[in-house]
Every structure is written in structure tokens, then in C-alpha cells.
DNA sequence: ATATGTTCTGTTATATCATAACATTTTAAT
DNA sequence: ATTAAAATGTTATGATATAACAGAACATAT
């Protein structure tokens, strides 16, 4: 949390009541929530905000490198190495719906030459791994 | 196309009227199609059909290895090699919106490594690259 | 302390993407 | 011809996401 606020600073930002409870939310979650699982969640607090509310806390939180969106399942997960930059991959495991956050430096060095020999010039990266996990294998 | 009817038989299934024209239309787009869009291109034959029709159609191609989906985007475009098996990636350009797709060995191999060290048994690869194809950068 | 511009929120409405469920038809193989 | 599987047609609905605009909260410069 301390993490968020400096990052949200640092963009000259500010991190609301709204976008941390979104946060804490993510955080809290095993597994990557929709949408609209969040709105539930949030729910709970108060009455039912417009979806609009949490898109706009999600813009905010990706934004700022504190959350990620898993397009693949149009899920969003909050980022489990918030402090710094990276390029995260995910792997998402279809029998428990865990995604674990990886940081695998041979799969974004192979992404950056990839793009560099095409002449492609990377806004951003999507890697996401489907299957199962090791947890879910027995 | 007859790779499609090759494929499709492999499969033992139908290389059908409407598989064949959405096939047909993907191929023809120099960009990545959303569903409705190819409705669309459907219309301009016959009446305009329910969703479903093309959602099959794309579940079938897909599945086939004729057609990719675009997550990231929720696009489909069809398969630049659709002979043999291979494993795609995509390079998706923000400003002219084509994707290429590139079969980036180096890619794929630390995709595999990271898995197998994660002990997680991959069953889908989702590698999709958004940013500035060479081409829109003058 | 107040004027000002920017950020953020609230809200309504609507756009866009995707699937469930079930009846019917086509096809291939016996 | 019979049959089982594959494919289509259709209606309805579910799920995800954004547009647009009014107003409130906040930072900061005078």
C-alpha cells in the first residue's frame, strides 16, 4: 500500500478511497476477478457503483503498474512486485484459475529481439500461459 | 483453401458453406476482424445471421488451426501458415491496426522453459506484442 | 482566502462481445 | 432406409466495456 501511494505520487495522481479499496480487493483475491466480480466485492461496503467506477479505478491502477489486465480472461490481478518496473508474464491455470505473476527474463529478452529484428517498436507485451498448474496436476 | 479441406477432414469434420466464407473474409482482411465485423461482411451475401453462426465458425477455425484469436483485442484473423503445426505470436500495430504473426522460435522455447520450470503444464500460448509496425514509424 | 485549472467522482445510457438452449436439417456410414 | 453425429437456425440473454456530461474535491498561485 505504501508502494501505491509513492507510485501514484510519482504520476502526479492521486490514490483515492475508491481506487485502494479496488486494490485491497485484487490483492485480497487467489485468483484474477472480473469486472464485475469487483463491483460485487465493492458492494458490500456501500451501495453498487457503476461499472464505470472500477474500469476507471482499473485504468488507474494498470496505469500505474499496480494492478495487470489477464486479456485472455478479461480478468484483472493485482501485481504481486509492485515496487519498480517489470514485464510480467502470467500463468494461468485452468482447473484452480490461479494466475501466478512470473518475471522471466529469457521470455522478455526473446519478445525484445523478436520485435526489434521485425523493426517493431513495443508499446506492450501480453504473455499468457494457459493450462495447468503444479498444485493441480495430482 | 485446401489445406482448409484437408485440415477440416483430418479433423473429421465439414469444411462447410459458412466456415468457408468466414475463412474467405479473415483471409481477405489486411487486419484482425472483431465477430461483428465479419456479420457484416456476411450480410453483404445473404440476410445477416445471428452471432452464434460466427462465433461457431470461428470456434471451428480456431480449432482447426485455420483462424487465430486476438485476446488482447477480441479480434480473429486468419492463419498466415496454416500448414502443420505451429505455435504464433502477434505483433499488433496500435496506429495502421494490422497483426503479423511471426513464428518466433526463441519465443516459444522460453515460453516452454519457464513452464516446465514452474512445473506448470502448458495447454495454450497467448503472446500478442502491441506497439508500432515498421511501416507507421515515418 | 479565493480564484483557477485539473483530477476525480457520480450517474445515465448505451455499445460491444459472447453464449445458452433447443428445434431442425444435413451428412456419412451402415 | 436407418441411424448417429455434425452442423445450422433462431430466439433470447448474459457478460464486458465505454460515451458523455454534470458536479465535487483538491492543489497551487496569487
Same mark, same amino acid.
Given at each position: 500500500?505504501? &508502494?501505491? #501511494?509513492?507510485? $501514484?505520487? =510519482?504520476?502526479?495522481?492521486?490514490? &483515492?478511497?475508491?481506487?485502494?479499496?479496488?486494490?485491497? %480487493? !485484487?490483492? @485480497?483475491?487467489? $485468483? /484474477? !476477478?472480473?469486472?464485475?466480480?469487483?463491483?460485487?466485492? !465493492? @458492494?458490500?461496503? $456501500?451501495?453498487? /457503483?457503476?461499472?464505470? +467506477?472500477?474500469?476507471?479505478?482499473?485504468?488507474?491502477?494498470? #496505469?500505474?503498474?499496480?494492478?495487470?489486465?489477464?486479456?485472455?480472461?478479461?480478468?484483472? %490481478?493485482? *501485481?504481486?512486485?509492485?515496487?519498480?518496473?517489470?514485464?510480467? @508474464?502470467?500463468?494461468?491455470?485452468?482447473?484452480?484459475?490461479? =494466475?501466478?505473476?512470473?518475471?522471466?527474463? /529469457?521470455?522478455?529478452? =526473446?519478445?525484445?529481439?523478436?520485435?526489434? $529484428? =521485425?523493426?517493431?517498436?513495443?508499446?506492450?507485451?501480453?504473455?499468457? %500461459? &494457459?493450462? +495447468? *498448474? /503444479?498444485?493441480?496436476?495430482?
Amino acid at each position: 500500500m505504501k &508502494t501505491a #501511494e509513492n507510485k $501514484s505520487r =510519482a504520476l502526479g495522481l492521486r490514490f &483515492t478511497k475508491t481506487r485502494r479499496k479496488v486494490l485491497e %480487493i !485484487l490483492w @485480497q483475491s487467489h $485468483s /484474477p !476477478l472480473g469486472a464485475y466480480d469487483i463491483l460485487d466485492r !465493492l @458492494q458490500e461496503d $456501500s451501495r453498487r /457503483p457503476a461499472p464505470m +467506477v472500477v474500469y476507471r479505478a482499473l485504468d488507474f491502477l494498470i #496505469e500505474a503498474g499496480l494492478a495487470h489486465r489477464l486479456s485472455s480472461r478479461n480478468a484483472f %490481478i493485482g *501485481c504481486s512486485a509492485p515496487e519498480g518496473d517489470h514485464e510480467a @508474464q502470467f500463468l494461468i491455470c485452468n482447473h484452480c484459475g490461479s =494466475a501466478a505473476e512470473v518475471e522471466a527474463r /529469457p521470455i522478455a529478452k =526473446a519478445v525484445e529481439e523478436t520485435a526489434a $529484428s =521485425a523493426g517493431f517498436h513495443v508499446h506492450q507485451r501480453v504473455v499468457e %500461459i &494457459t493450462g +495447468v *498448474c /503444479p498444485n493441480c496436476q495430482s
